[in-house]
């Protein structure tokens, strides 16, 4: 499922600023990463499954690996992960509402921090 339209897209950021608020919001990058993209993903489990909010972004300036990257984000994804074959992201999948409510309250908040970064 894509969050389409969260003020996200195409915000940019440096990378070692977007690492602090990921992960204040609970969200991993981990080594979800290469020299060019990030990716960071927030954990929910429900009694409906395992979900993985992601949000993923790719260098514009610098390369991820180094200690100055400018980040450009892109649209959020939400998925459900499937034992053993891993998260589908499909229009298919069924993502309860209020797990979708949490999803685009997290994002509303990562907004609402890229935007104090940015003053």
């Known amino acids: ?15 070692s600023r977007l690492d602090d608020i990921m992960e204040r ?21 429900i009694k409906e499954g395992t979900y993985y909010l992601r ?8 390369d991820v690996d180094s200690r100055y990257a400018l980040i450009k984000l892109i649209t959020p994804i939400l998925g459900k992960h499937y034992y ?8 298919d999948e069924h993502f309860p509402s209020s797990l979708v409510n949490q999803c685009q309250n997290v994002l509303a908040q990562v907004k609402s921090e890229l935007e104090k970064v940015k003053e």
């Open 84 to 91: 053993p074959h891993g998260v589908e992201y499909g229009d």
């Open 1 to 15: 499922m894509k969050f389409e339209n969260t003020g996200l897209e195409n915000q940019t950021v440096e990378l």
């Open 55 to 62: 949000v993923q972004g790719y260098a514009i300036e610098g």
């Open 25 to 45: 919001l609970g969200f991993v990058r981990a080594a979800q990463w290469d020299y060019e993209r990030v990716t960071y993903d927030r954990k929910y489990v």
